[in-house]
């Protein structure tokens, strides 16, 4: 059965830590891996990965995917009170209509 | 507002009634995705549509569950006879599939059901 598993469950930071948010699966044909953050409300994207080894980044945010060993990593740097959400990693497969299978979610809280 | 939209933000309900929700995806997105997500895991993919369409219902999908897109556009999701069980986010997303590109999910802010 195809899952995604993220680690840790829940992370307490200090503002300006660099964090780093794993996220491993197991998925038969594997299409794309996606980050999202989510606040008290709809999760918002952050980045969608396709190949191995290429960085996506976006401001103090970056993403890297290893798709021979099985995951990926989320990096935030010089963290911020606003950073607290949680961060939802997920996983489509090709072949079943663009659905998500999603992982349990990291939340990070950034303490001032 | 142009992002995904959803109505009722919350639902109270007792158990045994009949509840509805209502998604309005980012206009000219022909992919729409109920999803349910409980307290402390991530959203789980319940049904989707290709504009009218209903291609896919997980086996989360009960027979009290049934989901409509009449025309192609806003997307309903019904609940009969409620169950405690069924408290939960219902969180909405929709899509554009591109030709020959990858397409990304955005999701409106969920309703957030709970059955008493």
């Known amino acids: 059965e195809d899952k995604v598993v993220q680690s840790p469950l829940s992370l307490v930071v200090h503002e300006g830590d660099t964090v780093t948010l794993n996220c491993s699966y197991e998925?038969?044909?594997?299409?794309?891996l996606l980050w999202y953050k989510q606040e008290k409300k709809a999760p918002t994207f952050l980045f969608m990965l396709?190949?191995?080894?290429i960085e996506k980044k976006s401001g103090r945010l970056s993403s890297i995917l290893d798709k021979k060993e099985l995951f990926s990593i989320l990096n935030i740097t010089a963290t911020q009170t606003g950073d607290s959400a949680v961060y939802l990693c997920?996983?489509?497969?090709?072949?079943?209509?663009?659905?998500?299978?999603f992982g349990q979610g990291t939340e990070l809280s950034v303490k001032p | 507002d142009t992002g995904v939209s959803q109505n009722p933000r919350h639902k109270i309900t007792k158990r045994g009634q009949n509840v509805t929700f209502r998604c309005d995806p980012i206009?000219?997105?022909?992919?729409l995705y109920w999803y349910r997500q409980t307290l402390g895991q991530g959203p789980e993919f319940l049904t989707y549509?290709?504009?009218?369409?209903?291609?896919?219902k997980s086996r989360l999908l009960s027979d009290r569950f049934s989901a409509e897109r009449p025309k192609g556009s806003f997307s309903t999701l019904e609940i009969q006879r409620t169950e405690q069980g069924d408290s939960a986010m219902y969180l909405c997303?929709?899509?554009?599939?591109?030709?020959?590109?990858?397409?990304?999910?955005?999701f409106g802010p969920g309703t957030r059901l709970l059955v008493l």
């Open positions: 998925v038969t044909n594997f299409r794309s």
């Open positions: 206009s000219e997105h022909n992919r």
């Open positions: 997920a996983v489509e497969p090709y072949n079943q209509g663009g659905k998500l299978i």
């Open positions: 396709t190949s191995s080894g």
């Open positions: 549509f290709q504009n009218e369409a209903q291609l896919e």
């Open positions: 997303a929709s899509s554009l599939i591109p030709t020959g590109s990858q397409e990304t999910q955005y």
